[in-house]
């Protein structure tokens, strides 16, 4: 018996978990992939939420919480992860293949979803790293677009070939079946490198500081205002816990399923 079916045999749906097929995987660079699998028709979620994903373990199933990258209409589930050589679930999972088993959660969740925002006119997706994922899923969202009107990501990562995904945003999700117009409109994708030449570099928040975040083509206040802007954060703690007291500081409310505030970040992966 081959390790790929003897893998397979090891997986069994569960109340909590079903099994589900790998359709593709897309190696970025040497520490970042991306892959889809098969989705259940009975899953569903909303633009900017989590699940479990997962390979068996020893006596119960491995699983780590994953963004949703694709589109709610989307029949495939697509995600973005870095791969940790000596890390008890990614060293296997950047291993798939398609056709390879995975599980999925049945229940997914997360506060990174437009119903924990307060109307505004801009909303800033503030993303480092695989951060960026849940941000694909809702920029492809036609209901954000009827709530905001400037959709912004800006993504930070360390080298050129971290920047995943950065032709369907450069082309403003160019063929996009349902946002595709409003998008080139709306929508804005700001990229950015610290650790190589690149057309933007710089952390985050020195782009926050030199106004460059809100540079052509956005319009309206070269800063933050509580009063219009609604702010999305995922990736890095130092980053989050940073622009967190930031945006305190203006008088920024936090946001969460329950209590709509001005911005929300994703808890489950903050400490």
Avoid at 66 to 83: H, N, R
Avoid at 110 to 122: E, K, N
Avoid at 154 to 170: G, K, Y
Avoid at 182 to 207: C, K, M, N, S, W
């Amino acid at each position: 018996m081959s390790d790929r079916i003897a893998e397979a045999a090891k997986l069994a749906p569960s109340a909590s978990l079903t099994v589900e097929e790998v359709r593709s995987v897309r190696h970025w660079n040497e520490h970042l992939f991306s892959f889809t699998i098969t989705r259940p028709p009975s899953f569903r979620f909303r633009s900017g939420e989590f699940v479990m994903i997962g390979l068996p373990g020893e006596g119960r199933p491995l699983l780590r919480a994953y963004s949703i990258a694709s589109p709610a209409y989307s029949d495939e589930l697509e995600f973005l992860s870095i791969k940790v050589p000596d890390g008890p679930l990614t060293s296997r999972l950047q291993k798939i293949q398609p056709g390879d088993p995975v599980y999925l959660g049945r229940k997914p969740t997360g506060t990174l979803v437009a119903d924990a925002l307060t109307p505004g006119r801009r909303l800033f997706m503030l993303s480092t790293g695989t951060g960026l994922a849940p941000f694909l899923s809702l920029a492809r969202d036609p209901d954000i677009y009827d709530r905001f009107n400037q959709i912004v990501i800006v993504h930070c990562v360390r080298q050129v070939s971290d920047l995943a995904f950065r032709e369907e945003l450069e082309s403003q999700l160019a063929g996009d079946p349902l946002v595709q117009d409003q998008a080139l409109l709306q929508f804005h994708y700001l990229p950015t490198v610290t650790r190589e030449p690149f057309r933007t570099t710089g952390r985050i928040d020195a782009l926050i500081a030199d106004g460059s975040l809100f540079g052509h083509p956005l319009t309206g206040p070269t800063q933050f205002d509580p009063a219009t802007d609604r702010v999305m954060m995922c990736g890095s703690m130092a980053m989050i816990r940073d622009l967190q007291a930031r945006f305190e500081e203006l008088g920024f409310q936090e946001g969460s399923n329950a209590a709509p505030g001005d911005f929300v970040i994703e808890r489950a992966f903050v400490g």
